[in-house]
């Protein structure tokens, strides 16, 4: 009998038979059905097209999202010339409406002001505070879909899955603007897995791998909600931390050593377990002048940690300039250990205090394949 295909499914071509010691490839038939495709209803989007958070794609899924740099917002955007409640887009039977809510320098709607209620149309371009620009558009499923991938692909470590260096870059200098406009306490926690070469030279670059996925999901189980952990670079990350004093600082980063030591990493036939270094800066955006500042102290205490003896927590001064320019910031040690490698077979022991440990601190220019 000959086959049968319902609509939909894919079915061989005709005359596309094999024939006796001969091969054939065969192009599938697929039919479609418009009526899928038009019952999809359209999704009110917003795309940040420029500002701090270029890319994102917010879902206009309720009645309304208030929009400004103040926690409470629904759209949370990091430009300081936004007010803290700076517009409202409302979605009503009659369409979806843009707002002024007072704002201090407006909000426009394809460069004109907006003074009333305005109805957004499918593509407009809403234009505030000191660089954000946003479009409105409709969208369906696929088209969604489509662009929060390109967006995740964007702010992603594609081996990791945490967020990357550009992203984290754009988040540390909104995070630090809000910290020193509102006095409130940032702690840059920056963590080095120990003796990451030696893993990479004994079991390959394939179990290097396996260690910074296994502390990528350590890292996002332990932290907060409100945190951010991103890969800052080789075996480097970072974590984000509002709200948290110096002493909880150092609390929390003592957690994530403690945590990630006890980690027990599958590979091949037999385990890998690690110990890492975490340097600590704190503030409240009232001693440096820079976020980048920031980054170099927790940078200088890290190196300060490597040199005294790896897997411990050590703290930054917050009048700490950059690493190269003073001896060294001053530290609080919590705790050290030793690190254990492999299935039985891959002991490291630390390396005894070098010289280098007992004179100032001078921070040596810093590549991915450094035996830290």
């Known amino acids: 009998m000959p086959?049968?295909?319902?609509?939909?499914?894919?079915?061989?071509?005709?005359?596309?038979?094999?024939?006796?010691?001969?091969?054939?490839?065969?192009?599938?038939?697929?039919?479609?059905?418009?009526?899928e495709d038009e019952g999809q209803d359209l999704q009110a989007i917003l795309t940040v097209l420029s500002g701090s958070e270029a890319g994102t794609v917010h879902r206009l899924d309720r009645s309304e999202h208030v929009i400004g740099r103040d926690d409470s917002a629904d759209i949370i955007l990091g430009d300081a010339g936004l007010s803290r409640r700076h517009?409202?887009?409302?979605?009503?039977?009659?369409?979806?409406?843009?707002?002024?809510?007072?704002?201090?320098?407006?909000?426009?709607?394809?460069?004109?002001?907006?003074?009333?209620?305005?109805?957004?149309?499918?593509?407009?371009?809403?234009?505030?505070?000191?660089?954000?620009?946003?479009?409105?558009?409709?969208?369906?499923?696929?088209?969604?879909?489509?662009?929060?991938?390109?967006?995740?692909?964007t702010v992603r470590d594609p081996l990791t899955r945490l967020y990357n260096r550009r992203y984290l870059d754009e988040r540390l200098r909104s995070e630090f603007a809000y910290a020193k406009r509102h006095e409130h306490d940032l702690c840059v926690l920056m963590v080095d897995v120990d003796h990451f070469k030696f893993i990479n030279d004994t079991h390959g670059h394939a179990a290097g791998d396996e260690v910074l996925r296994h502390v990528a999901r350590g890292l996002e189980k332990i932290v907060r909600a409100e945190d951010l952990v991103a890969r800052y670079g080789g075996e480097e990350f970072i974590i984000l931390a509002r709200g948290i004093d110096p002493n909880g600082g150092l609390a929390f980063a003592e957690r994530i050593r403690v945590y990630l030591g006890g980690l027990a990493i599958a590979y091949m036939s037999g385990t890998l377990s690690i110990t890492v270094s975490v340097g600590v800066a704190h503030t409240d955006g009232s001693a440096f002048r820079q976020a980048s500042a920031v980054v170099a102290a927790a940078d200088a205490a890290l190196y300060r940690a490597k040199a005294n003896g790896r897997n411990r927590v050590e703290l930054a001064d917050e009048t700490t300039q950059i690493p190269s320019m003073r001896p060294g910031p001053r530290v609080s040690t919590l705790s050290e250990g030793t690190l254990d490698m492999g299935s039985g077979t891959s002991a490291v022991r630390r390396r005894p205090p070098s010289r280098a440990a007992t004179q100032p601190l001078v921070v040596p220019p810093r590549f991915e394949d450094d035996d830290a």
């Open 87 to 153: 517009a409202s887009v409302n979605r009503t039977v009659h369409g979806t409406f843009l707002r002024d809510l007072g704002s201090t320098n407006g909000t426009f709607v394809n460069a004109e002001a907006v003074r009333h209620a305005h109805e957004l149309a499918d593509g407009d371009r809403i234009q505030m505070g000191q660089g954000t620009v946003l479009r409105f558009s409709l969208q369906d499923r696929l088209e969604q879909e489509a662009a929060e991938r390109l967006y995740e692909m």
């Open 3 to 35: 086959s049968s295909s319902r609509p939909g499914s894919p079915s061989a071509v005709p005359g596309a038979e094999e024939r006796a010691g001969e091969r054939t490839d065969t192009t599938l038939v697929t039919k479609f059905d418009p009526a």
